[in-house]
């Protein structure tokens, strides 16, 4: 069975930094890009960022770009966030989506795992 | 970037009416349409990519069409579990977008 489990996420104070977690299994994880979608309280979907296969290639939303850096390691089967400079606004429940094509990418996300909630809050 | 707007924003339904939702992108997409179910408490799940390929074990029930830049999404016969939010996405153009989405309710 496919699994996606994030952690880290919690209540942190406006610039504070946090680093997320996506632990995989049921796949074979290195064949496959992967993404980070969030979406804020009662809120739609926003796309954050993407990674490829041996993580020699990233894109990043405009809205983080310069303060999230995702990364993996393959040998761990792990995907990661690491968010720095947090701002009120990133507060949002924060998904890691495996990309549904395999080797190359079509950016559509499936599945998901459950989420993981970062609040920004002082 | 490209803006998908979705309505109706809300959609009142009993179980076994059809269901027609809409995605309508600011600037083609071609094809590089998707659409996501998410119930309450729980992630999103892809029902369609492409605008039309049902992805793996959703049911018949569930459709898509369109290209350029109108889309819809149908549900032919509401089920109990079918009353969700459906978000589309698209993969044409950077950076990947949403739209709102719509919600189908019991009505």
């Known amino acids: 069975e496919v699994q996606l489990v994030e952690s880290g996420g919690g209540l942190v104070q406006p610039g504070g930094s946090l680093r997320l977690s996506c632990a995989v299994s049921g796949f074979t994880f290195s064949s496959y890009w992967m993404h980070w979608v969030r979406q804020a309280p009662g809120k739609g979907l926003v796309w954050v960022s993407r990674i490829n296969s041996d993580g020699s290639s990233t894109s990043y939303a405009d809205s983080v770009k310069g303060r999230f850096t995702i990364s993996r390691d393959n040998a761990k089967n792990t995907l990661y966030l690491q968010m720095n400079s947090l701002r009120a606004e990133d507060t949002a429940v924060y998904y890691c989506?495996?990309?549904?094509?395999?080797?190359?990418?079509?950016?559509?996300?499936?599945?998901w795992g459950q989420g993981t909630l970062v609040t920004v809050s002082s | 970037e490209i803006l998908l707007t979705q309505s109706p924003a809300t959609l009142s339904l009993s179980p076994g009416e059809r269901a027609t939702l809409s995605c309508r992108a600011s600037?083609?997409?071609?094809?590089?349409l998707a659409w996501y179910q998410q119930k309450p408490g729980q992630a999103p799940r892809l029902l369609i990519y492409?605008?039309?390929n049902r992805a793996t074990g959703i049911p018949a029930r569930f459709s898509g069409r369109g290209s350029g830049t109108d889309f819809t999404l149908t549900i032919s016969s509401l089920e109990p579990e079918d009353f969700a939010v459906y978000y589309c996405q698209q993969r044409n153009n950077w950076p990947l977008t949403f739209g709102g989405g719509t919600k189908v309710e019991i009505k």
């Open positions: 492409d605008a039309s």
């Open positions: 989506a495996r990309d549904l094509g395999v080797p190359v990418a079509k950016n559509w996300f499936d599945p």
């Open positions: 600037q083609s997409v071609s094809s590089y």
